[in-house]
């Protein structure tokens, strides 16, 4: 099945600064990647998604690139604030042939310090 | 109102009892999952229906079982509680958009604490 690893496990940046996590899968299959973020005493909530005829999207913020060839995938934030620590996720996805669900990381906290 | 509603939020039980958790969901999704997170583990799929008649395994769903009473209610259940199913569960709900994977839509989560 699909592996997805995510790095750093945890990170603190400045406040202002830019913040990256990167995620690596094992499946060539997968063509869905979405990071989704967490906030204390809440479920995962979808921030931006990629799928594998992209090579990068941006949303404000957030930008996503991914590498096909390569098979990782980076969540980029940038002029970070306070509001933006919590504990961030990838995932993969394969949907098709009776399989669905998502694969996630294990997540990355994300200290913003002020 | 929640679009995906998760009850009880908190349980506590002991070793051997019988727990069903519920998912409720106005979203009208066809697509239903049961997750499991634990600390510095991530979030691993127990459970997936692609509709009322469609129940498939997850990569960890020994010890659990489910039920997809319509196309809004999906509840999971643990026939015989023990202490290292202590865990954070998550309902989460995804449309079918012609086959392509999507975004899903998370419950707030039931915290299960196994003595």
């Known amino acids: 099945g699909e592996n997805v690893e995510q790095h750093p496990s945890t990170l603190s940046v400045q406040e202002g600064d830019s913040a990256v996590i990167k995620c690596t899968y094992s499946?060539?299959?997968?063509?869905?990647f979405p990071w989704y973020k967490q906030e204390l005493g809440k479920g995962p909530q979808l921030i931006i998604d990629?799928?594998?005829?992209?090579g990068e999207k941006k949303d404000q913020r957030i930008a996503v690139t991914l590498n096909k060839t390569a098979k990782h995938f980076s969540l980029h934030i940038t002029e970070t604030q306070p509001e933006d620590s919590a504990v961030y996720f990838c995932?993969?996805?394969?949907?098709?042939?009776?399989?669905?669900?998502?694969?996630f990381g294990k997540g990355t906290h994300l200290i913003i310090q002020p | 109102d929640a679009d995906v509603t998760q009850t009880p939020r908190n349980r506590i039980t002991k070793t051997g009892k019988r727990i069903m958790l519920e998912c409720s969901q106005t979203?009208?999704?066809?697509?239903m999952y049961w997750y499991r997170q634990d600390p510095g583990l991530g979030l691993q799929l127990i459970y997936y229906s692609f509709d009322v008649k469609d129940i498939n395994k997850g990569e960890i769903s020994d010890g659990y079982s489910v039920s997809r009473q319509a196309q809004a209610k999906f509840s999971l259940s643990l026939e015989s509680a023990i202490p290292n199913q202590t865990a954070l569960y998550f309902c989460a709900t995804s449309d079918d958009d012609s086959g392509r994977a999507g975004e899903q839509f998370f419950g707030p989560g039931t915290r299960l604490t196994v003595l």
């Open positions: 979203k009208g999704h066809d697509r």
């Open positions: 995932a993969a996805s394969i949907r098709g042939g009776g399989a669905d669900g998502l694969t």
């Open positions: 499946d060539s299959a997968s063509n869905y």
């Open positions: 990629i799928r594998s005829n992209v």
